[in-house]
């Protein structure tokens, strides 16, 4: 069975995050939050589901809501995937433009 059977997340938990760290967002190209959760689902493979739905049922495991471990996982996702920048220091303009680039690769991937 696969695990997003027992723990399925939806382009809602995406935009619940992506709502959440709004002000972490990666240059999201002028696209609306609401869109821009749609692409980022569509674009999961079956290993990012799986790790959420682990996350998941290890929060349900440690007497937590199951939507908390969930949407921490998808916001390790999308700051690897370069859609949040969760670091506290000023990014330079090298790092912010390559960043963009990577974003960019993504969006076009999911298209």
């Not at 935009?15 to 980022?40: F, Q, W």
């Not at 995937?81 to 670091?87: I, T």
């Not at 506290?88 to 991937?109: G, T, Y």
Request: charged share 30%; net charge negative.
């Amino acid at each position: 069975m696969p695990l997003q059977m027992a723990f399925g997340i939806t382009a809602d938990d995406v935009r619940i995050v992506l709502e959440k760290h709004n002000d972490k967002l990666v240059d999201p190209n002028g696209r609306s939050i609401e869109t821009l959760a749609t692409v980022i689902y569509h674009g999961l493979n079956e290993d990012e589901m799986d790790d959420v739905a682990l996350a998941a049922m290890d929060s349900f495991i440690d007497g937590k809501p199951e939507s908390e471990g969930a949407h921490r996982a998808l916001r390790r996702l999308l700051v690897r995937r370069g859609v949040l920048d969760m670091s506290r220091r000023a990014q330079l303009p090298e790092r912010a433009k390559h960043q963009k680039q990577i974003a960019d690769s993504m969006m076009a991937v999911c298209r």
